[in-house]
């Protein structure tokens, strides 16, 4: 995408979600030919750690992006640290500052194939998510994809 107006309204829309959700990142991983859904945007509440300069973490092995390949379209953890003993994921949580609860949402193409994760991260506590929440995850992402391909 080069339109900085669409990139504009894109960290709106995160920033408005992670305010109203009270969580303290958001971010979208746009599929790449060189990576593993690397991270295009990122909004950060107060207090909270970029995860863009982290080391580089095996996306290909999450639990979570393996859910949403065999066709889960969202994965809702209300405890990120109970939610899986997988090595990978524990350590991707100890590097992106220790993930409490999270909401991945996926976007496919016509074809099926994943375009896009949007992300909801709490950093500070376990919880459980509404459906509500969920469902403003879901319209946030299809918003932020048609900003992207417009």
Do not use: K, N
């Not at 100890?94 to 991945?104: D, E, N, P, T, Y």
């Amino acid at each position: 995408m080069s339109d900085p107006d669409a990139a504009d309204l894109i960290a709106e829309i995160l920033e408005e979600l992670g305010e109203d959700l009270e969580v303290q990142r958001v971010t979208v991983r746009l599929r790449a030919e060189d990576a593993v859904f690397p991270i295009a945007y990122e909004w950060l509440g107060a207090g909270a750690a970029s995860i863009r300069a982290t080391p580089q973490v095996d996306m290909a092995a999450q639990p979570v992006v393996l859910a949403m390949q065999a066709g889960a379209e969202q994965v809702a953890q209300d405890d990120c640290a109970s939610a899986t003993d997988d090595p990978g994921f524990q350590e991707m949580l100890r590097l992106f500052g220790g993930m409490r609860a999270q909401i991945v949402t996926a976007v496919r193409d016509r074809s099926g194939e994943i375009v896009l994760l949007l992300s909801v991260h709490d950093l500070v506590a376990p919880r459980t998510w509404s459906d509500i929440e969920r469902r403003w995850c879901r319209h946030a992402a299809d918003r932020i994809w048609q900003l992207e391909t417009s």
